[in-house]
C-alpha cells in the first residue's frame, strides 16, 4: 500500500514509523526536515502542511491510494476533503467532522443536543463584555478557552493560572484583542480529578480501543507551569492507569461511541483516529476535549507497541470497515520529550542538537524527532519539542528507568525535559489525589 503522510512531528514520525513496519511504502509531506521521517520514508517534500495543491500533486504524482494526516491544522483546512477528491482514500476526517476539534463549542453543543454524558457547564461568548456579566454571576471556578485552534497552550484554568476576576477578564480581553484562536471564548465549569486520554481507532461508525495514557501538559515538574502541547505520557502494561477502574473506562468508551453516532447523526461521519481527553472525577470521566487525530505525545506511547498492522488499520478507517482485532503488546511505556529551553513561554531555538539512535535503542528505549529541522548539515531546534524518547519495558518502573538513561543521548545546551513523568513518586500522588477525592 502506498501512503501520503503529512506532518512533521514526533507523532508523524511515530505513524510513518508504523506504517512502514506493516509493509507500506510513505511518500512524506511536512514543513521541517525531519531526519527520522526522511530516513522512513520513500520519498518527501518540504512545504506549507495546508498547501493542498502541491501536496495532491505530490500524491498523484506517486500513485499514493491512503493517506494519514497527522496535526490538526490541514485537517481544519479541508485537507481530507481534497484528497478525496482526488481518489485518495484517508485515515482522517474531512474538514466537517474535524470540528469536534476545531470548534470547541462544536463539540459541547453536539455533546449536549444528543443528551451524551460527561459534559461541563459552558458557555460561549463573541465579546468580553458579554462574559464579564457571566462570570460576575456565577459562584463556581471556570476555565478560559479560545474556541479554536491554540496548539494546546490556549487555556488557562481559575486557581493555577488565574487568581482572581481581574486576572481572569485581563485574560479574556487579551484572546479578543489578539484574536487568539480566532473565533471567541468559551468559558468552562473546572473539572476536578485526573486526567486521562483514551483514543479510539474509528471509521465512522465502530470505534476500536487504544491503551489509556495520561499526558502531562503543564510545562514544569510538579505540574505546574503554563500549559504545554504536552510535556510526556505513560502507558501501563494493563493497558489502563492505575487510578481507573475499568468500569469508569468503559464509561469513557460509551461516550466516544456516542459522539461517533452522533456525527454520523448529524451527516459528518467521523473516520480516523480520534482522541479522547477525559478528567476522571468522582462523579465519572468527564470531557475535557476531543481531537480530531493522535495525541502528540500520545501517539509516541502507542505506535510501537502496536502488534495490528498500522496500514491496515488505516486502510479500514478509511474504507469503514474496521473489525474489532486491533491488539497492542502488553508492555508498559514512558515518553518525556526534550523541549527547547524556554518552551511554554519563549522558546530558544536554533540550537544544534545530536542524537545517538543506536545507544538509545542498547538502552531498551525509541526515539522519534519532532520539531527539529536541518541546517548547514546540522540538525537544530526549532521553537515547539525537539525529540521526544521512549522507555519500553513490562514494567512502568523499567519504562521510566530506560528512558532515563536513554536521555544521556540527546545532547543540547539549550534543552529541558521533565524528569518527573512516570515516575513512582508522581505516579503513586495521582492514585493518592483520586483516592481522598473517592472518600471526601
Ligand atoms: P486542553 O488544551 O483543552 O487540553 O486544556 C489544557 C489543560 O487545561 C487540560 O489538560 C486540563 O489540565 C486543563 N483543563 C481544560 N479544560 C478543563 C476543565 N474544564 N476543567 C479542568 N481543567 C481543564
Ligand atoms: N497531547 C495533547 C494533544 O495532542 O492535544
Avoid at 505513524?15 to 520513500?42: C, D, F, Q, T, W
Wanted: proline share 3%.
Amino acid at each position: 500500500m502506498r501512503f501520503l503522510a503529512v506532518g512533521g512531528g514526533g507523532r508523524e514520525h511515530a505513524a510513518v514509523e508504523a506504517l512502514r513496519r506493516s509493509g507500506a511504502e510513505v511518500y512524506a509531506a511536512m514543513k521541517n526536515a525531519n531526519p527520522g521521517i526522511i530516513a522512513a520514508s520513500k520519498k518527501h517534500i518540504l512545504c506549507d502542511e495546508k498547501d493542498f495543491a502541491k501536496i495532491c500533486a505530490f500524491a498523484k504524482e506517486n500513485g499514493v491510494e491512503y493517506a494519514f494526516i497527522g496535526p490538526e491544522a490541514p485537517l481544519e483546512a479541508g485537507i481530507v476533503d481534497a484528497l478525496e477528491k482526488e481518489g485518495i482514500r484517508c485515515a482522517a476526517p474531512t474538514k466537517a467532522a474535524a470540528r469536534i476539534e476545531t470548534s470547541k463549542t462544536f463539540m459541547r453543543e453536539l455533546v449536549r443536543k444528543y443528551g451524551i454524558e460527561g459534559n461541563l457547564g459552558f458557555a460561549h461568548f463573541d465579546d468580553a463584555a458579554g462574559a464579564e456579566r457571566y462570570l460576575k454571576n456565577i459562584d463556581h471556578e471556570i476555565v478560559v478557552k479560545p474556541v479554536g485552534l491554540t496548539g494546546g497552550k490556549g487555556v488557562k484554568v481559575q486557581g493555577e493560572h488565574l487568581h482572581s476576576f481581574e486576572d481572569t477578564m485581563a485574560y479574556i480581553r487579551e484572546i479578543f484583542d489578539n484574536n487568539i484562536g480566532g473565533a471567541g471564548v468559551i468559558l468552562e465549569e473546572r473539572a476536578i480529578g485526573e486526567e486521562f486520554t483514551q483514543m479510539v481507532f474509528v471509521d465512522g461508525k465502530t470505534i476500536v480501543p487504544l491503551p489509556l495514557v495520561q499526558d502531562h501538559k503543564r510545562a514544569y515538574e510538579g505540574d505546574v507551569g503554563p500549559n504545554t502541547g504536552g510535556m510526556g505520557s505513560y502507558t501501563d502494561s494493563d493497558h489502563l492507569l492505575p487510578f481507573i477502574t475499568e468500569s469508569e473506562r468503559r464509561e469513557a468508551l460509551k461516550i466516544l461511541q456516542q459522539i461517533v453516532d452522533a456525527m454520523a447523526e448529524e451527516g459528518c461521519p467521523y473516520r480516523g483516529t480520534m482522541y479522547g481527553q477525559f478528567m476522571l472525577t468522582v462523579s465519572g470521566p468527564k470531557i475535557i476535549e476531543i481531537n480530531a487525530r493522535f495525541g502528540d505525545p500520545e501517539a509516541m506511547n502507542v505506535l510501537p507497541i502496536l502488534r495490528t498492522g498500522f496500514a491496515d488499520i488505516c486502510r479500514m478507517m478509511a474504507t469503514g470497515t474496521l473489525s474489532g482485532d486491533v491488539e497492542f503488546e502488553r508492555k508498559a511505556t514512558v515518553c518525556k520529550y526534550v523541549v527547547p529551553r524556554g518552551y511554554g513561554v519563549k522558546s530558544e531555538s536554533g540550537h544544534e542538537i545530536t542524537v545517538d539512535e543506536e545507544a538509545i535503542r542498547k538502552c531498551g528505549a525509541t526515539v522519534y524527532y519532532a520539531n527539529v529541522d536541518m541546517k548547514d548539515g546540522r540538525l537544530v531546534t526549532g521553537t515547539s519539542r525537539s525529540v521526544g524518547v521512549i522507555g519500553i519495558a513490562d514494567t512502568l518502573e523499567e519504562a521510566e528507568s530506560n528512558c532515563e538513561k536513554a536521555l544521556a543521548y540527546v545532547r543540547c545546551d539549550a534543552i529541558a525535559v521533565r524528569h518527573d513523568i512516570g515516575t513512582r513518586a508522581l505516579v503513586q500522588k495521582r492514585v493518592d489525589h483520586m483516592k481522598a477525592l473517592r472518600s471526601a
